[in-house]
């Protein structure tokens, strides 16, 4: 089963207490006793003074130290006034028992179980644990002298009982404060594990939606430590991930269409490409074969006007194609400058549809004088309006075509009016979409492709513009209108 990390950060955070706490309170107790033992000793140090200096004012007067009286009783007296003290005695240089608090030991030799070194005292004396008949003793030692020469000691014993009775207050108001902090830790280290666990809880929950698929998943930052710099990277990878996501989402419709295009032209291959070849092929079998000659010369020329028409057919055909892939594979780029829209709408018919009106009998006029100054790119108008141009002059059979230009607002406009079949509803809405044409268009325009107006399309939207088809119906003729900004923003730089 696995611990929840908020578990592991406390069990962690209370060890470290505790080691924390069991090193502070050794050492707490080993600097406090040491504090305690030391100034007992002290203290018993200075009671000791006080008959080390009646002991020696009794040498000066020529007692000898076997001869002074009263001692016992002296040294009696000390142990029954201060419990520090526990036994007192005095020993000669050879360590020999001569008075003590307890005269059973006089005249006995002492002889110390254990022990360690001795230290000294702020006045000079000496002091030094004793085990002596079994018992552990604190034992300070002052020298006596006569004549200022040592002749013996005077020996306080401190009972270790006084040092732990002066101890434990001191014991028990650190255990109070040792269970105050244990206490305080383990709030602290649940708290301290809930502000660690609850980030990475928050981080692992958005893994997990991130892992479903929703890249919008965000972990949030509530610390300003590393962990919020962790959530602040999670969040980043998601964003790139969603980006990366995003694009690869993008990159798989275009594989989509670049497949539907392929489809498409296998289509138009299928169908359209196979038509004038046909035509070009059984009319060239005439010429293999020989039966060409056999023909009447009106015979011959419906032969070659048919082979030209299959082939104008299949020329438009390729270029369309061409034209098309140009434009779904984003290579088409805008390259703006400033000209005259009237100067270039003249130009497009006078060179390359003057005749090709007159000679169909088909009336154009146009009403370009309010046509402005347009900053945009000259080839792709130019391929706009030729090919406006061209599909009235096909699809009106005798009539009139009528192109107007002029500025609303920031554009400029383009208006191209005929006479001619018209389109139905249903025509119109699907107009300007790759491989649509007219119900009627093949039986007029047999050399159409259904992709003129596509491309027408996608040039308009590249210049940030837009173009919309009108008619009342079959026979009642068609309106297209464009419009252009007349100062282009390179919003869009290419056509994808």
Same mark, same amino acid.
Not at 41 to 59: C, K, M, N, P, Y
Not at 162 to 181: G, N, Q
């Given at each position: 089963?696995?611990?929840?990390?908020?578990?592991?950060?406390?069990?962690?955070?209370?060890?470290? %207490?505790?080691?924390?706490?069991?090193?502070?309170?050794?050492?707490?107790?080993?600097?406090?006793?040491?504090?305690?033992?030391?100034?007992?000793?002290?203290?018993?140090?200075?009671?000791?003074?006080?008959?080390?200096? *009646?002991?020696?004012?009794?040498?000066?007067?020529?007692?000898?130290?076997?001869?002074?009286?009263?001692?016992?009783?002296?040294?009696?007296?000390?142990?029954?006034?201060?419990?520090?003290?526990?036994?007192?005695?005095?020993?000669?240089?050879?360590?020999?028992?001569?008075?003590?608090?307890?005269?059973?030991? $006089?005249?006995? !030799?002492?002889?110390?179980?254990?022990?360690?070194?001795?230290?000294?005292?702020?006045?000079?004396?000496?002091?030094?644990?004793?085990?002596?008949?079994?018992?552990?003793?604190?034992?300070?030692?002052?020298?006596?002298?006569?004549?200022?020469?040592?002749?013996?000691?005077? !020996?306080?014993?401190?009972?270790?009982?006084?040092?732990?009775?002066?101890?434990?207050?001191?014991?028990? %108001?650190?255990?109070?404060?040792?269970?105050?902090?244990?206490?305080?830790?383990?709030?602290?280290?649940?708290?301290?594990?809930?502000?660690?666990? !609850?980030?990475?809880?928050?981080?692992?929950?958005?893994?997990?939606?991130?892992?479903?698929?929703?890249?919008?998943?965000?972990?949030?930052?509530?610390?300003? *430590?590393?962990?919020?710099?962790?959530?602040?990277?999670?969040?980043?990878?998601?964003?790139?991930?969603?980006?990366?996501?995003?694009?690869?989402?993008?990159?798989?419709?275009?594989?989509?269409?670049?497949?539907?295009?392929?489809?498409?032209?296998?289509?138009?291959?299928?169908?359209?490409?196979?038509?004038?070849?046909?035509?070009?092929?059984?009319?060239?079998?005439?010429?293999?074969?020989?039966?060409?000659?056999?023909?009447?010369?009106? !015979?011959?020329?419906?032969?070659?006007?048919?082979? /030209?028409?299959?082939?104008?057919?299949?020329?438009?055909? $390729?270029?369309?194609?061409?034209?098309?892939?140009?434009?779904?594979?984003?290579?088409?780029?805008?390259?703006?400058?400033?000209?005259?829209?009237?100067?270039? $709408?003249?130009? $497009?018919?006078?060179?390359?549809?003057?005749?090709?009106?007159?000679?169909?009998?088909?009336?154009?006029?146009?009403?370009?004088?309010?046509?402005?100054?347009?900053?945009? *790119?000259?080839?792709?108008?130019?391929?706009? /309006?030729?090919?406006?141009?061209?599909?009235?002059?096909?699809?009106?059979?005798?009539?009139?075509?009528?192109?107007?230009?002029?500025?609303?607002?920031?554009?400029?406009?383009?208006? /191209?009016?005929?006479?001619?079949?018209?389109?139905?509803?249903?025509?119109?809405?699907?107009?300007?979409?790759?491989?649509?044409?007219?119900?009627?268009?093949?039986?007029?325009?047999?050399?159409?492709?259904? /992709?003129?107006?596509?491309? %027408?399309?996608?040039?308009?939207?590249?210049?940030?513009?837009?173009?919309?088809?009108?008619?009342?119906?079959?026979?009642?003729?068609?309106?297209?209108?464009?419009?252009?900004?007349?100062?282009?923003?390179?919003?869009?730089?290419?056509?994808?």
């Amino acid at each position: 089963m696995r611990t929840p990390i908020r578990t592991k950060i406390t069990l962690f955070t209370l060890s470290i %207490v505790f080691i924390t706490i069991t090193a502070s309170a050794l050492f707490s107790v080993y600097y406090f006793r040491s504090n305690i033992i030391t100034a007992t000793e002290d203290q018993v140090a200075a009671v000791g003074r006080t008959t080390q200096a *009646d002991i020696e004012d009794s040498l000066t007067l020529g007692f000898s130290i076997e001869e002074l009286a009263g001692v016992n009783e002296r040294l009696g007296y000390l142990t029954n006034s201060y419990k520090e003290v526990g036994e007192v005695y005095v020993t000669d240089t050879s360590e020999k028992i001569i008075f003590s608090s307890d005269q059973g030991r $006089i005249g006995s !030799k002492i002889t110390y179980g254990g022990g360690d070194e001795a230290k000294i005292l702020g006045d000079g004396s000496l002091a030094r644990q004793i085990i002596l008949d079994g018992q552990v003793y604190h034992e300070v030692s002052i020298d006596i002298h006569k004549n200022g020469s040592p002749v013996g000691r005077l !020996k306080l014993n401190i009972p270790d009982g006084v040092v732990a009775e002066k101890t434990l207050p001191m014991a028990e %108001v650190f255990l109070v404060f040792a269970l105050l902090s244990l206490i305080g830790s383990i709030v602290s280290a649940y708290i301290m594990g809930g502000r660690i666990s !609850k980030p990475i809880t928050d981080l692992e929950a958005a893994a997990v939606v991130m892992a479903k698929g929703n890249f919008s998943a965000k972990a949030t930052k509530t610390t300003d *430590d590393e962990i919020g710099d962790l959530s602040i990277t999670f969040n980043w990878m998601a964003e790139e991930i969603k980006k990366n996501q995003e694009k690869l989402e993008q990159n798989i419709i275009e594989l989509r269409n670049l497949l539907e295009l392929k489809n498409e032209f296998l289509h138009i291959i299928d169908h359209q490409l196979r038509t004038p070849l046909s035509v070009m092929r059984g009319y060239l079998e005439f010429w293999r074969t020989g039966q060409y000659q056999k023909f009447t010369p009106e !015979k011959q020329e419906d032969i070659k006007h048919k082979i /030209i028409t299959a082939t104008d057919q299949l020329s438009s055909i $390729i270029h369309s194609m061409i034209d098309a892939l140009e434009v779904e594979g984003g290579r088409l780029e805008v390259k703006p400058s400033e000209f005259s829209l009237g100067d270039l $709408i003249r130009e $497009i018919y006078e060179v390359d549809f003057a005749d090709k009106y007159n000679n169909k009998g088909v009336s154009f006029s146009s009403d370009i004088t309010e046509a402005p100054q347009v900053f945009s *790119d000259k080839s792709y108008l130019t391929a706009i /309006i030729t090919n406006l141009i061209d599909n009235a002059l096909k699809y009106t059979p005798a009539g009139e075509v009528i192109l107007r230009s002029y500025t609303e607002g920031p554009n400029a406009v383009i208006e /191209i009016a005929d006479s001619g079949v018209g389109l139905s509803e249903g025509d119109v809405a699907g107009l300007f979409r790759k491989f649509v044409r007219g119900k009627d268009a093949p039986k007029i325009s047999p050399t159409g492709s259904g /992709i003129g107006l596509y491309i %027408v399309r996608r040039m308009i939207d590249a210049l940030n513009g837009s173009i919309q088809a009108y008619s009342k119906g079959r026979n009642q003729g068609s309106l297209f209108v464009v419009k252009i900004p007349t100062k282009h923003e390179n919003t869009k730089s290419a056509i994808r």
